[in-house]
């Protein structure tokens, strides 16, 4: 293990995401080879021009040591503590980028405008356009994080509190490693971020073969029509 440091932290400002009308269908239930109701489609495409120019995607990441990891624990520098499978996720991580991704407010501004008034369609093709854009800039910040790490080095796939087994409770020890104000999020005393349309999370960052070894843990998983399967 590596002793402590001072984390790297690094704030994605300005991102210029291009939303993808097929991620927001898949967000609102389609899956690939779907062919929706040319009416959902064209609020889809009405959605996306509607929205050109006010949303307001950021993420920031904070780089920390990996202090000491037994199965089923994983402590980092900065005095936080996850547990659960997160200790078996990031088994080869030799340090954790600890991030928090957004969308921006706009875009709940708009599905909430949308659904009073009665415009339920709208307001459900937003809030997947606030889900996809959030996803889109935690692949931004892993790209980032990609441009940073050391050469031999691999990045895991993002593991956020609330899924995979890991308790939603983890979302304090997040919030405690990155400061997240500074991208406009703050968390909730029901663990619940606002804006909502954000994802926080962990890539764990170690040898490039033993990430690769440790593998994708939704191939081992009985939920098999979980919307978060990678």
Same mark, same amino acid.
């Given at each position: @293990?590596?002793?402590?440091?001072?984390p790297?932290? /690094?704030?994605?400002?300005?991102?210029?995401?291009?939303?993808d009308?097929?991620e927001?269908l898949?967000?609102l239930?389609y899956?690939a080879? $779907?062919?929706p109701?040319?009416?959902?489609?064209?609020? /889809?495409?009405?959605?996306?021009?509607? #929205?050109?120019?006010?949303?307001?995607?950021?993420?920031?990441? $904070?780089?920390?040591p990996?202090?000491?990891?037994?199965r089923?624990?994983?402590?980092?520098s900065?005095?936080?503590?996850? #547990?659960?499978p997160v200790?078996?996720?990031?088994?080869?991580?030799?340090?954790?980028? /600890?991030?928090? $991704?957004?969308a921006?407010?706009?875009? /709940?501004? *708009?599905?909430?405008?949308?659904?009073?008034s009665n415009d339920?369609?709208?307001?459900l093709?937003?809030?997947?356009?606030?889900?996809h854009?959030?996803e889109a800039?935690?692949?931004?910040?892993a790209?980032?994080?990609?441009?940073?790490?050391?050469?031999?080095?691999g990045?895991t796939?993002p593991? #956020?509190p609330?899924?995979?087994g890991?308790?939603l409770t983890?979302?304090?020890?997040?919030?405690r490693l990155?400061n997240a104000s500074g991208i406009g999020?703050?968390?909730?005393?029901?663990?619940? @971020?606002?804006?909502?349309?954000?994802?926080?999370g962990?890539?764990?960052?170690?040898?490039?073969s033993?990430?690769?070894?440790?593998?994708?843990?939704?191939?081992?998983c009985?939920?098999?029509d979980?919307? *978060?399967?990678?």
């Amino acid at each position: @293990m590596t002793g402590s440091a001072d984390p790297e932290i /690094v704030t994605l400002d300005q991102l210029e995401i291009e939303p993808d009308p097929a991620e927001v269908l898949r967000y609102l239930g389609y899956p690939a080879d $779907a062919h929706p109701d040319p009416r959902i489609e064209a609020q /889809v495409h009405s959605t996306l021009r509607s #929205s050109r120019g006010r949303l307001c995607p950021r993420g920031v990441y $904070a780089i920390h040591p990996v202090l000491s990891r037994t199965r089923r624990r994983l402590e980092l520098s900065g005095g936080a503590a996850f #547990s659960g499978p997160v200790g078996e996720f990031l088994a080869a991580a030799r340090r954790v980028a /600890v991030f928090v $991704a957004t969308a921006g407010p706009e875009v /709940v501004r *708009m599905a909430d405008e949308a659904l009073r008034s009665n415009d339920t369609l709208g307001g459900l093709v937003f809030n997947a356009l606030g889900s996809h854009v959030a996803e889109a800039v935690v692949h931004r910040i892993a790209a980032d994080l990609r441009t940073r790490i050391e050469p031999g080095e691999g990045l895991t796939l993002p593991y #956020s509190p609330g899924y995979c087994g890991i308790p939603l409770t983890q979302q304090r020890e997040v919030f405690r490693l990155v400061n997240a104000s500074g991208i406009g999020v703050e968390l909730l005393p029901s663990l619940i @971020m606002k804006p909502i349309k954000s994802v926080s999370g962990l890539f764990g960052i170690g040898p490039a073969s033993d990430v690769t070894a440790v593998g994708n843990p939704c191939d081992h998983c009985a939920l098999v029509d979980c919307n *978060m399967r990678r």
